[in-house]
């Protein structure tokens, strides 16, 4: 298996425009998480799927940002418009059951809204 | 707070030697799990360890567990340089989130 898989791995943007981050997990894993990580804030959780549905969105920090997932090897998430202060690294992670046996990790995609 | 604290923020040795970090927590957990992320790149799984279990050993690394006092330790035994990178203490808590602390930074000196 290849891993978790995300692209961009880095996009750079101008402030207003629409991002769209895009997530592969590993076949079979039944649960898929957002992260992002910044210097001042660490490794926050925006937002996790099991079995393709939304369970928890509470860390997503505005209506600004909205994450899909269509089916159980896709997931896209959005920012609309982006500010500066979208910038970080976003990480996509699946596991099973929910993570009791670990996450994997993508690579992260690194946003630069200037 | 719900994310682990670790300790120390910063950590230096020689090769060879031996690293601990600690993770210290307020809240209950299902499990804790250690992850490592090397510069520019994404955590890495390391090992997980569940509420009811005190020690668990992989290879180099042995984790414990003391849940009365709401702590863990990872030992990194004969460190190599290129264990150098961040470590991230996670909680896995009963609504199923994963959350981390701000992580430690090791560094290995050849």
Not at chain 1, 20 to 45: A, D, V
Not at chain 1, 94 to 108: P, R
Not at chain 2, 12 to 37: D, F, P
Request: aromatic letters at 8%.
């Amino acid at each position: 298996d290849a891993g978790v898989i995300q692209s961009p791995r880095h996009e750079v943007t101008e402030m207003g425009q629409e991002v769209t981050l895009r997530c592969k997990p590993i076949s079979g894993h039944n649960s898929l998480f957002w992260y992002r990580q910044t210097m001042m804030r660490g490794l926050e959780l925006l937002i996790y799927f099991n079995n393709n549905v939304p369970i928890d969105d509470s860390g997503m920090p505005e209506d600004r940002f909205s994450a899909k997932m269509p089916n159980a090897s896709f997931s896209t998430l959005k920012i609309q418009p982006s500010e500066p202060r979208d910038s970080a690294v976003y990480f996509c992670a699946s596991s099973l059951t929910g993570g009791a046996y670990g996450y994997t990790f993508g690579s992260g995609t690194r946003l630069t809204v200037v | 707070s719900q994310q682990g604290e670790e300790d120390p923020q910063a950590l230096s040795i020689q090769e060879g030697e031996n690293a601990t970090m600690n993770c210290s927590y307020k809240t209950s957990i299902n499990n804790l799990q250690w992850y490592r992320q090397n510069s520019g790149r994404g955590l890495v799984h390391l090992i997980l360890i569940r509420s009811n279990e005190r020690e668990k050993h992989s290879g180099r690394l042995r984790v414990t567990l003391d849940t009365s006092k709401k702590s863990s330790s990872l030992l990194i035994t004969a460190s190599r340089a290129a264990d150098t990178a961040s470590y991230f203490c996670a909680l896995l808590q009963a609504n199923s989130k994963l959350t981390f602390g701000k992580g430690i930074t090791l560094s290995v000196r050849p």
